[in-house]
């Protein structure tokens, strides 16, 4: 079992720059896909971005892609999103989320991940 836990959310103008972290514990996370998703307030929870176990190949969802990056860190137990030119529609609460499937490539759906962190606000001011 893996405990996660976001990092690095906060307040940012349009046009702007965050990276969230993800830390993980418990076991290590090369074991894992891993993924980002958001919420937004009254919104369904949506899939933003993928990682494979090596880091070596990446999703994005349309929403977000050219403007976030995703990448891990396997030796220090963490993913990372580094988020460029923050829209106000990219507001919402960030969770990472993690997949033990053996040879998994991981999912847009929530119902794939197994482990999920709490969470870390993102909120981005027109």
């Known amino acids: 079992q893996v405990q996660l836990v976001e990092s690095g959310g906060g307040l940012v103008q349009a046009g702007g720059s965050l990276r969230l972290s993800c830390a993980a514990s418990?076991?290590?996370?090369?074991?894992?896909?891993m993924a980002w998703f958001r919420q937004a307030p009254g919104k369904e929870r949506e899939y933003v971005a993928r990682i494979s176990r090596s880091g070596s190949i990446t999703y994005y969802s349309d929403s977000v892609k050219g403007r976030f990056t995703i990448s891990r860190d396997n030796a220090e137990n963490t993913v990372r999103l580094q988020m460029n030119s923050l829209k106000p529609e990219d507001t919402a609460v960030y969770y990472c989320a993690a997949d033990q499937a053996p040879g998994s490539y991981g999912s847009t759906r929530l119902g794939a991940y197994d482990y999920w962190g709490q969470g870390t606000q993102v909120t981005v001011a027109s």
């Open positions: 418990g076991r290590t996370l090369s074991s894992y896909v």
